[in-house]
């Protein structure tokens, strides 16, 4: 930092403060901002863009301008509807057990129990092993040949016989919602178990003396304090979930016929397999808006109902 | 919890529901393990057995000396240290601008960086199939590491400023008086401060990238330079009755996440909290 040696107080102050708010924090910021511009916003602007050209890497001829064809043809596309609806069975299925799951995790991980530390290791394991690997586990488990499920399923009655769910366009989608509870539960716990511990718990006792149950102190104290904790997370949750093609992709590549096909996957495999960019892009910018939607909904609604 | 004491009943549900969330966490990792240490006639007769009758390490050893897994082994590995080591240089220098300074462009820079982390990250799949393949980088581990990098360094951002701000300021403070630049204060005074922060993000960075799949399947179609799940996933598709061996793979696969998990799940419930919430 050079500052000239005769430079008046208020001169020299200004100099400080140009420094230390306009460019001595970019210097730590900029590695970060040119490689989040490059490799995200930039390709985010440019998939934009592609949605209204026709660019496809398996017919010759250069990209054209379209305008709206690719939205048109989404339109009139009875896959997308498909998906769009899959894509909601999907998230909320998963997203409800999750957080029923998560929540009963995080209540019980607030309690007192030997070896406590070492059981919170354990369950928090799933959200630790690889996409891919709870995919194929979940696949393999699901495998009559050699997984157990099917038999246990069929044994309860839920199933006639043992036979693989993923192969079964009514249930199909089943097998890889399991996978994801399986994943998500400890995301929740975590989560929720940072909230929970945040409750002053002078608030119990007190409640205790006065006689609250165990229920009432639950629904009147814990409850209304995790709400916020639990709007936020449940709605980023939602996007992260309506955005999360891997297991699908993995387990059922979106059949049979189409009846596991979510959104994200048909994104993924119109670019992957089809090397459609042009009409992928025009998927996915209908995803995002229809996420934008969402949130936007549920924000006004976090607004009316939950007193902050 | 004080009624669970006086209630019986209670307690015997919390032992209850202690042992059904045991059961649920480790049950498919408990078959992934027994499937691979099943000899291969065993298979089918005692596949759906809940213990094999007998127990091989043959599939380990099969796997790792006579396919490919030992190079998708490795490519893995180097993408993953690779993209958490430049994450975490680039995510600390950030954390720290967003933990010490209030400066101009600040609330407009954070909401971008929350952007990122909300939309659809496979927008973005084609433009970077287009932009790498024109760069000549389509299958090459450089191209896997940029991107990942780039995806993992918001978040990492949120994590390291947490970390940073649970330093107290005069430390630095202290150091620049004495006559330290800011950035030698930052790098003698609060760096080995935060070294269980740097831990911490480098092993949330390494087990995304190491399970990262949609893109690196996009990007690289070689055998030569394939990753563990782009690998695996061929192998599969390839070879879909050896199953002794997929899953012996699959268990090779876990070791490093769960090493990396071990090391950062003391952090988990910090970390995950106070900056910002990802998968």
Known sequence: MTQGTLAPGATRAHQRFVWSHLIEPYLYLTPALVLIALVMLIPLVVGVSYSFQSIMLLKPGQAEWVALDNYLALWSDTKFWISLENTLVWTFGSLFFQFTLGLGLALLLNTSFPLKRLFQAIVFLPWAVPTFLTALTWAWLFNPLIGPLPHWLAAVGVLPEPFNILGDPDLAIWGPIAANIWFGVPFFAITLLAALQSIPSELYEAAEIDGATAWQSFTKITLPFLAPMIAITVMLRTIWIANFADLIFIMTGGGPANSTQILSTYIFTTAFKKLDFGYASALAVALLFLLFLYAVVLLALRRRFVRL | ?279
């Not at chain 2, 759906?48 to 490919?68: C, E, R």
């Open chain 2, 1 to 279: 919890m004080a009624i669970a004491r006086r209630n019986p009943l209670l307690t015997l549900g919390k032992y209850a529901a202690i042992l059904f969330y045991l059961c649920f966490a480790l049950f498919p990792l408990y078959w992934l393990l027994k499937i691979a240490i099943t000899p291969d006639q065993l298979i089918f007769t005692e596949g759906t057995a809940l213990w094999p009758s007998d127990a091989t390490l043959g599939n380990f050893t099969k796997v790792i000396w006579q396919t490919d897994f030992l190079r998708f082994f490795r490519n893995s590995l180097i993408v993953s240290l690779a993209s958490a080591a430049i994450t975490t240089v680039i995510a600390a220098g950030a954390g720290y601008a967003f933990s010490r300074f209030r400066f101009r462009g600040q609330k407009l820079i954070i909401a971008l960086m929350l952007l990122t982390q909300m939309f659809p990250l496979l927008m973005i799949i084609a433009p970077i199939y287009k932009i790498v393949a024109a760069l000549g980088l389509l299958n090459s581990l450089s191209s896997l590491v940029l991107v990942y990098a780039a995806f993992n360094v918001p978040f990492a951002t949120f994590l390291m400023q947490s970390f940073f701000d649970g330093i107290p300021k005069d430390l630095e403070d202290a150091a620049m008086m004495d006559g330290c630049t800011r950035f030698q204060a930052l790098r003698k005074v609060i760096l080995p401060l935060t070294l269980p922060g740097l831990g911490a993000t480098l092993g949330f960075v390494f087990t995304a990238a190491w399970s990262e799949v949609l893109f690196a399947l996009m990007l690289i179609r070689s055998e030569d330079s394939m990753t563990f799940p782009v690998g695996m996933l061929t192998f599969v598709s390839k070879f879909s009755v050896d199953w002794g061996q997929m899953m012996a793979a699959g268990v090779l696969a876990l070791i490093p996440s769960c090493l990396f998990f071990i090391f950062i799940q003391r952090y988990l419930v910090q970390g995950l909290t106070s900056g910002a919430v990802k998968g």
